[in-house]
């Protein structure tokens, strides 16, 4: 059975490390901000297996103008999960928690592969590629509530 629940940022490194930071140390998953109060993390289980996570950060963005922005990072599916709905499933959460903070804007450095995903969801692309050393192509994506 799938749930989703709230989990500390130390959890979601299971997630973040095979799929987001392969062959890296567990301390490439570690984000800052990954502990202040202000961020939250969410988590995909099936039964009691974690297999998806999300963080949400409150944290601006200086090409948005909106005082009350969300930053997501760290959205990954464990390999074998992934292309069922799980990726949705964690979108809709943190949008839900977000909605519940009054948040007006949410944004994201979105990798080259996900693109397609996150514009199915809602989210537009702002301004041009960049890359993240070690990590890839990168782009701004946001939607606003």
């Keep these: 059975m799938l749930h989703t629940a709230i989990i500390s940022s130390q959890e979601t490194f299971a997630v973040r ?20 109060n202000t961020t939250a993390h969410f988590g995909v289980f099936e039964d009691d297996a974690l297999i998806g996570v999300i963080s949400v950060f409150k944290s601006n963005n200086d090409v948005f103008n909106e005082e009350k922005q969300y930053q997501i990072r760290g959205m990954a599916i464990l390999h074998g999960h992934q292309k069922k709905g799980l990726g949705v ?15 007006k804007t949410i944004w994201m450095n979105a990798r080259e592969v996900a ?13 041009n590629p960049f890359n993240i050393d070690g990590i890839g192509t990168h782009y701004i994506m946001y939607k606003h509530l």
Excluded: H, W
């Excluded at 930071?21 to 502990?35: A, I, N, T, Y």
């Design 89 to 103: 499933k964690l979108i809709e959460k943190a949008e839900e928690y977000i909605a519940q903070q009054n948040g």
């Design 17 to 36: 490390q095979p799929v987001l930071r392969p062959g890296k140390p567990v301390e490439s998953c570690m984000f800052p901000g990954d502990d202040l």
């Design 115 to 127: 693109i397609d995903f996150y514009k199915k969801t809602g989210y537009q692309i702002y301004g």
